[in-house]
């Protein structure tokens, strides 16, 4: 299994969710794009989960839609990708990806250059 970055938005404007982040999973023949939000609590503590709100920006309500698996193991796996924001140093390239061994232990893969640009969604 493959997780690939797409992007990441912050919503500084909501009171329910700071950021969200795409990416896609590959498990071969299979690729998903999947899309997480950082939800605020009212005691200010935050959680990663799949999407399934909106979340104001810029004055305006946006509709994010989701992803929902099956699989516990997978959910902790993205946890993991998530909350180690892995992507961050390669915002601007879609060159880090995260790879998930048999055993679910989480370990980085090599860099790659990929000098095609792909749009997001």
């Known amino acids: 299994?493959?997780?690939?970055?797409?992007?990441?938005?912050?919503?500084?404007?909501?009171?329910?969710?700071?950021?969200?982040v795409y990416f896609t999973i590959t498990s071969s023949p299979y690729q998903h794009r999947v899309g997480y939000v950082?939800?605020?609590?009212?005691?200010?503590g935050m959680r990663w989960d799949v999407i399934s709100a909106s979340a104001k920006k810029n004055g305006k309500r946006?509709?994010?839609?989701?992803?929902i698996n099956d699989s516990s193991f997978v959910h902790k796996d993205i946890l993991k990708f998530l909350e180690n924001r892995s992507w961050e140093p390669m915002t601007r390239s879609y060159a880090k990806q995260i790879s998930v061994n048999p055993s679910n232990s989480f370990h980085q893969t090599q860099e790659k250059d990929d000098s095609d640009e792909k749009i997001p969604f």
């Open 62 to 67: 946006a509709t994010l839609e989701g992803y």
């Open 1 to 20: 299994m493959l997780f690939e970055f797409v992007s990441h938005e912050e919503f500084p404007e909501d009171d329910f969710i700071k950021e969200v």
């Open 38 to 44: 950082r939800k605020i609590f009212p005691t200010g």
